[in-house]
């Protein structure tokens, strides 16, 4: 391969209004080329027609955790294996993990997949929420899940962008999550890449006071809420960013390019 490509997707499309209008934002005037639904989250219907109406190319963002205090949903399926007292999502896997039964985690992504191919929308891929971290740590305890979501994909003709094999990954060379990262460290990483295929997973959004509210700023899930993602919107829509990876030979690709070059 003698070029770089680089795929820039941002996630969680769906959780809020705030989160639908920074993506649509990123789509209409950055350098997005895929978002993907969290088909279980209360601002799916818009992020649907969003998506109908812009010609958006999105994906599913499979969930089975939802780390927000003041928001929250659960599993479509209402699987009691994957949702607490109240019906809703653990905030996280290590609360799930008590419970889980790998079964009811590839009905409920079934499921998920299904209500966005109901919506009117034909998925390009899938990606996990707040799990492909937990792939590299070193633990096979994950590792029943990354094959559910693998098997699931693979029913539905997809891809799953995050897959790993031997600890690698499977459809691109590298790839990071911008969030949190200055301009800098973020083209100082990019600076660093020969001809491959690489893939900047974003989290846009408006920093807003319906964003800031999905949880109490005392919290740690907090620094998730909107600033850090206001930053990632401002960074993919700058002339900036757009300048950086032109004078560094970047090419952007979507889901269609990112799955021609691993044929």
Not at 35 to 52: D, Q, Y
Not at 63 to 68: A, I, V
């Amino acid at each position: 391969m003698s070029k770089k490509y680089l795929l820039i997707t941002s996630d969680d499309f769906a959780i809020s209004h705030s989160v639908n209008q920074g993506i649509l934002r990123g789509f209409q005037h950055g350098l997005l080329q895929s978002s993907n639904f969290m088909a279980a989250a209360p601002w799916l219907p818009e992020a649907v027609r969003l998506t109908k109406q812009h010609d958006l190319p999105i994906g599913v963002h499979l969930t089975l955790t939802c780390e927000w205090t003041n928001m929250s949903c659960g599993p479509i399926t209402g699987a009691k294996s994957l949702s607490n007292e109240l019906g809703y999502f653990y905030s996280d896997y290590s609360e799930l993990l008590g419970s889980l039964n790998i079964e009811d985690v590839k009905n409920e992504y079934r499921a998920q997949i299904q209500r966005v191919i109901k919506s009117g929308v034909t998925p390009t891929h899938v990606e996990t929420h707040m799990l492909p971290e937990l792939l590299f740590d070193g633990s096979e305890i994950f590792q029943p899940i990354a094959n559910a979501v693998e098997e699931v994909a693979s029913e539905f003709g997809l891809i799953y962008t995050y897959a790993v094999e031997k600890g690698h990954y499977k459809y691109v060379d590298d790839s990071f999550t911008m969030t949190h990262l200055t301009f800098d460290q973020i083209t100082k990483r990019l600076s660093s890449y020969k001809a491959g295929i690489y893939h900047i997973i974003s989290h846009c959004a408006l920093d807003d006071t319906e964003q800031n509210a999905l949880s109490l700023s005392s919290e740690q899930v907090h620094r998730w809420a909107a600033k850090c993602r206001q930053q990632d919107l401002d960074i993919v829509t700058s002339e900036k960013f757009r300048a950086y990876l032109e004078d560094n030979d970047f090419e952007l690709i979507g889901i269609k390019k990112l799955i021609e070059l691993n044929d």
